[in-house]
Each structure stands twice: as structure tokens, then as C-alpha cells.
């Protein structure tokens, strides 16, 4: 999964659905860890600015 950092505004929704944690927030950005992603696509649907995205 990719995060488009121009869209996102670390609104922190993301985190709160993803199973495995893989999904770190700080101040000013979030980070997904693609080691741990298991591609449940979560983020990519309650994101609402749809800046997540599936990473080709
Ligand atoms: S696709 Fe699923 S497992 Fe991967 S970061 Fe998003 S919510 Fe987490
Ligand atoms: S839900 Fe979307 S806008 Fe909110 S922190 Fe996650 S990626 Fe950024």
C-alpha cells in the first residue's frame, strides 16, 4: 500500500482499521509498513480522500 503524502492530512483514520497494525502515525505523517501490510485494503476504502492506494 502507498500513501499519496500530498493528499493525506494525517487524519489518523487509517490506523484504527488496520488488523496487523501496520499502519504508524506521528505528527505530521503516517507510514505504512508493507513488511507487515497483509493488502486487506482497509485503509484504502475509509480513507476519505482516498490517499491510500495499492501499490503496483
Ligand atoms: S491494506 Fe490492510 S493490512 Fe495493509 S496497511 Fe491497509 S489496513 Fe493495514
Ligand atoms: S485515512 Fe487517509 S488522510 Fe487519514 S491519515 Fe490515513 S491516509 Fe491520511
Redesign the pocket.
Known sequence: MK?NRN?????????AVCPVDA?I?DEFK?TIDNEKCINCGN?VI????K??SEEK
Do not use: E, K, N, R
Open positions: 500513501i493528499l493525506c492530512d494525517v487524519c489518523g483514520t487509517c490506523v499502519i502515525v503516517v485503509c475509509v480513507c476519505p480522500i490517499a491510500i
